[in-house]
């Protein structure tokens, strides 16, 4: 950038055009969104939005379509918890806190979808042989070399378990039992032979499970018995040990010195960090330091210097250097300055002093805190492990007591064995399929397609950074829009007009056509840009390549030619050239060759098949161009011209690329900033008219090139009846 600055020259004429005067502040915001807007989003990215919606439809249309009908039987059973205490009594303490209804009922959920009750279902109903379940068995037994008997009963397991599906009804003790199959006939056998089988399942288990309690009952308690003991001798031991019954925190001169340490050290390291803060200024700014400075004593003393200073210096000026009244006054000068010299050097010690004292007093208050804080572990250690051997003293004991009462009423209650399921309504003979519900997963897949869409649509909205309506780019660059310049390869009618034509030239070959129309329209926003007259010398460029300047240098400056106006073309991209393609004329000599002096105004400018309208090729590439266009031999060039000339385009190159725009800014009355529709993104063109501003460039405003008509909200209108308007003949 520094390189840069030096071929800058002076940084505007007179003739510049100075930033717009508009306050831009209140677009700074962004804008409000309305319902229309969210519909034009809709619309921009309706490809998105429909995309999405057909797949999702199509895609549940083609499920629905080709899934084979299932059909599910229920029936329900009800589970009674009358006796809450379980076979052991509701007297005993553990009951409340390790039974209750709702852990019941989750119980029963676990048994009916248990493996145990689907093997006696398969077998009491002999499912093996169903050929659903059958063909099943066989697709794993294809798998393996060997079929195993073991992995065979396990898959027919798991594929009954997987059409099994249990549902409690709210607030009640009633329990759906459902089968789902293909065969509706076979749904309804196996939901009411499962409920059978869960009946019979529960009684069995209960005529078993006395036996099997009384004896895990009996080895518990001694079990229970040994731990008790253990723990209690533990204990014992434990407080012998560490010489104590029990610890009170509260209480404890450890705990309170370690709080009281910690107090004072927090305090020591405020002092400390603040003495350390006035060493620290001291060591960096010297006698600059503000509590230097600050000091009363010497504000004083630098004071009375300064007028001693002063009544030395109106002595020189009226005795000699050996002067007695003259030296004696010099004396107390010097008297003074040694004595400053002294006081601060004073406080500079004693801040030094102050933070060597306050840092020995926090490292030894650190240390005794740590020391303290070890003993404060070692004490909390002791309290966990008295605390944690008591605790399981209590627990084994009240564990004892109530598996002895359990004992007792295991005696009483395996003489009864209660029945609490019973079928309240058999499974029926489904007469509809349960699955696939064709209505409602089309409904729901269309409601998925349009939330869908409309999500996506607005996703790539925002994901989309390019600017995209004029409002945009005059938020983003703080700049007026001059004009939108609509896409030309979205117009046919165009396309056929110019023929093998360059499109750079459309408003020469076609001026009633919409580019020409937005050209002409640019054309008036420039002319009418600065009081006082147009500007003479004007540059057009772009953040980024292929952005469409070069077309827009070409068509402006054919405008302004349109309106009788003598007309230069120069082309100050001296990297990649190309106005002269667009004009079919050679390169050179051009611009480089006038620069370096091999070349004369009379042979660079070259005239056009367009009245009024010159151009100033690139000539050869050099090596070096931003040298070229920052020396005074392009400043009297764009002179040159400024008399030969109404008005001077100048193609630059872009603006984030390279340097060249920048230089030639310097030189031209106004700068325009080229920004292709959904395509130069929003920080790019923020940089590019940043960088401008730095070097002081007089940028009029913005053109918002490659307009994609039908992705622009309010210029749509105007656009797509643009050709209905010229193709009706004029009234006579």
Not at 268 to 295: F, P
Not at 380 to 405: H, P, W
Request: proline letters at 5%; one cysteine or more.
């Amino acid at each position: 950038m520094d390189k840069d600055n030096q071929f800058l020259g002076p940084l505007i004429t007179q003739a510049h055009i100075p930033p717009p005067a508009s306050d831009y502040r209140d677009l700074e915001q962004e804008p409000e969104f309305h319902l229309r807007d969210y519909w034009h989003v809709l619309v921009k990215r309706k490809w998105w939005f429909i995309s999405f919606f057909v797949v999702v439809v199509t895609f549940t249309w083609l499920v629905n379509k080709f899934m084979d009908p299932i059909f599910r039987a229920t029936a329900t059973v009800r589970v009674t918890i009358e006796n809450k205490g379980g076979m052991l009594g509701s007297n005993d303490p553990l009951t409340n806190i390790f039974r209750d209804d709702e852990r019941a009922l989750e119980t029963q959920f676990t048994i009916m979808r248990s493996r145990s009750l689907a093997k006696r279902v398969i077998s009491a109903f002999h499912l093996q042989d169903h050929p659903d379940f059958k063909k099943s068995d066989e697709k794993s037994d294809k798998k393996e070399e060997r079929p195993d008997p073991d992995a065979s009963e396990t898959g027919l397991i798991n594929l009954f378990l997987g059409n099994l599906s249990t549902d409690r009804v709210k607030k009640t003790d009633l329990i759906n039992v459902s089968f789902d199959s293909k065969d509706k006939f076979l749904a309804q056998r196996i939901a009411n032979v499962l409920a059978e089988e869960y009946i019979q399942f529960e009684i069995d288990t209960k005529n078993q499970s006395f036996v099997h309690i009384k004896k895990w009952l009996e080895k518990q308690l001694a079990q229970l018995g040994n731990k008790v003991e253990g723990s209690q001798r533990k204990l014992y031991e434990y407080g012998e040990q560490g010489g104590f019954l029990s610890l009170d925190d509260k209480e404890n001169v450890i705990i309170q010195k370690y709080i009281e340490l910690s107090s004072l050290l927090t305090k020591a390291q405020s002092e400390r960090i603040a003495k350390e803060a006035q060493y620290r200024q001291i060591k960096e700014k010297g006698t600059g330091a503000g509590i230097i400075t600050n000091n009363g004593l010497l504000q004083t003393m630098r004071k009375d210097m300064a007028q001693q200073h002063a009544k030395v210096s109106s002595l020189e000026k009226i005795y000699l250097p050996d002067h007695p009244k003259l030296k004696a006054e010099k004396a107390n000068l010097q008297a003074l300055q040694e004595r400053l010299n002294s006081e601060v050097q004073g406080v500079r010690t004693s801040i030094e002093t102050d933070y060597e004292a306050a840092r020995r007093t926090e490292n030894l208050l650190l240390e005794a805190t740590e020391s303290q804080k070890r003993q404060v572990a070692d004490l909390q250690r002791k309290l966990v492990q008295y605390k944690i051997l008591k605790r399981d003293v209590e627990t084994s004991e009240e564990l004892y007591r109530g598996l002895l009462a359990r004992m007792k009423e295991a005696s009483v209650a395996s003489t009864m064995v209660p029945s609490n399921v019973a079928i309240i309504d058999p499974a029926e003979t489904p007469q509809f399929p349960f699955k696939p519900k064709k209505a409602k997963n089309m409904m729901i897949a269309m409601l998925i397609g349009l939330l869908g869409g409309v999500f996506l649509a607005f996703t790539v909205e925002y994901f989309d950074d390019s600017i995209k309506t004029a409002e945009e780019a005059e938020r983003v660059c703080q700049l007026p829009t001059l004009g939108l310049v609509p896409w030309f390869a979205r117009n046919p009618k165009d396309l056929a007009q110019l023929g093998q034509g360059a499109p750079g030239l459309i408003t020469y070959k076609d001026p009633k056509s919409m580019i020409a129309d937005a050209i002409f329209v640019v054309r008036t926003s420039v002319l009418l840009s600065a009081p006082g007259g147009p500007p003479e010398a004007i540059m057009v460029t772009s953040p980024n390549p292929l952005e469409g300047k070069t077309t827009m240098v070409t068509n402006l400056g054919i405008a302004l030619a349109m309106d009788g106006r003598k007309v230069v073309i120069v082309d100050g991209d001296l990297r990649r050239p190309a106005v002269h393609k667009l004009f079919k004329q050679a390169s050179h000599p051009g611009l480089s060759d006038l620069l370096t002096g091999n070349a004369s105004y009379q042979d660079v400018l070259q005239t056009t098949e367009i009245p009024n309208l010159f151009l100033l090729p690139c000539g050869p590439v050099p090596p070096n161009p931003v040298n070229l266009l920052g020396s005074s031999a392009f400043r009297e060039t764009i002179e040159y011209l400024r008399g030969e000339f109404d008005h001077i385009i100048v193609d630059s190159p872009p603006t984030l690329s390279i340097p060249d725009s920048r230089v030639i800014s310097s030189v031209v009355d106004a700068v325009i900033l080229v920004l292709k529709h959904h395509h130069t993104p929003k920080e790019t063109a923020k940089l590019a008219r940043q960088l401008l501003s730095q070097v002081h460039a007089g940028v009029i405003g913005t053109i918002l090139n490659m307009v994609v008509v039908h992705k622009l909200r309010y210029s749509g209108y105007y656009y797509k009846r643009y050709h209905y308007y010229y193709s009706k003949p004029a009234a006579k």
